[in-house]
C-alpha cells in the first residue's frame, strides 16, 4: 500500500523508538465507521488478520474520572465489547504470527481515544494503546491509530507502532519488524474490506 504523510500532529511519545513501523490505508467510509470497527473487539475475527480476537479484562471503575470524549457515548457506551479509555485487554494473533516468533498473546492498556480536528477542518479520531507486559528496560510500545475524513468521501487510516527497550532491538537484529509491517497491512487490508463491504467476512486465503 502507498503511504503518504500523516494529516494531523501526533504527540511524541515518552520513550525512544527503536522501530517505528508506519501502516496506511485509504478506505470508502467516513472515519466514524472505520473508527468503530477498530474498537468493537468482536469484529475483529472478520478482518484482522494479525489479530484476530481479544478479551477486554479489566475496565475502570464508573467513579474512576475518565477523559471520555462525549462522541464515544455513541459509539462504545451499548457494549461490553467495545475498546474505552483506561480498559485493559488481551490480543491474541494468527498462527503465521506464532510461528514467525512475533505472535505471543499481549496485555494493552487504551491510553486514549479522541476526537480530532485539523486546522484545514478534517475531522477524525485517535486511539492510542500502549503494552503492559515488560519492564520498561525490556519493552516498551505503544501503537497510535488515527482515522482523518480526507475530503472526499474517504478515510485516510494511518498507524504507528513504536517499540523501545532491550527486547526492541533483538526484534530489529532479527527483522521482525518486517514481519510485523506485512502482518498489519494485511489487517488493513481485511479492514477495507470489511467496512466497505459494509460488515462482510473477509476471506484470508493463507490464513
Given at each position: 500500500m502507498t503511504a503518504s504523510a500523516p494529516l494531523l500532529p501526533r504527540k511524541p511519545s515518552d520513550f525512544k523508538p527503536?522501530?517505528?513501523?508506519?501502516?496506511?490505508?485509504?478506505?470508502?467510509?467516513?472515519?466514524?465507521?472505520?473508527?468503530?470497527?477498530?474498537?468493537?473487539?468482536?469484529?475483529?475475527?472478520?478482518?484482522?488478520?494479525y489479530n484476530p480476537s481479544a478479551t477486554i479484562y479489566y475496565r475502570p471503575p464508573s467513579s474512576v474520572p475518565q477523559p471520555?470524549?462525549?462522541?464515544?457515548?455513541?459509539?462504545?457506551?451499548?457494549?461490553?465489547?467495545?475498546?474505552?479509555?483506561?480498559?485493559?485487554?488481551?490480543?491474541?494473533?494468527?498462527?503465521?504470527?506464532?510461528?514467525?516468533?512475533?505472535?505471543?498473546?499481549?496485555?494493552?492498556?487504551?491510553?486514549?481515544?479522541?476526537?480530532?480536528?485539523?486546522?484545514?477542518?478534517?475531522?477524525?479520531?485517535?486511539?492510542v494503546w500502549r503494552l503492559l507486559d515488560w519492564?520498561?528496560?525490556?519493552?516498551?510500545?505503544?501503537?497510535?491509530?488515527?482515522?482523518?475524513?480526507?475530503?472526499?468521501?474517504?478515510?485516510?487510516?494511518?498507524?504507528?507502532?513504536e517499540l523501545g527497550g532491550l527486547l526492541a532491538w533483538i526484534v530489529k537484529w532479527t527483522s521482525g519488524d518486517r514481519k510485523m509491517k506485512s502482518l498489519f497491512e494485511k489487517s488493513f487490508e481485511g479492514l477495507k474490506v470489511y467496512v466497505e463491504s459494509e460488515g462482510n467476512q473477509v476471506q484470508f486465503l493463507d490464513n
Open positions: 527503536v522501530i517505528s513501523i508506519y501502516n496506511h490505508i485509504s478506505i470508502a467510509a467516513p472515519p466514524l465507521a472505520v473508527f468503530s470497527a477498530v474498537l468493537n473487539t468482536t469484529t475483529w475475527s472478520s478482518w484482522n488478520y471520555k470524549p462525549s462522541f464515544l457515548d455513541t459509539v462504545a457506551e451499548s457494549s461490553s465489547s467495545f475498546l474505552s479509555p483506561g480498559c485493559k485487554f488481551t490480543e491474541f494473533h494468527c498462527k503465521e504470527a506464532e510461528e514467525a516468533g512475533v505472535g505471543k498473546p499481549q496485555n494493552l492498556e487504551i491510553v486514549a481515544i479522541e476526537e480530532l480536528q485539523s486546522q484545514d477542518g478534517k475531522n477524525g479520531y485517535r486511539i519492564s520498561d528496560w525490556l519493552m516498551r510500545t505503544r501503537r497510535v491509530h488515527e482515522f482523518v475524513a480526507s475530503g472526499n468521501g474517504q478515510t485516510e487510516y494511518n498507524s504507528w507502532t
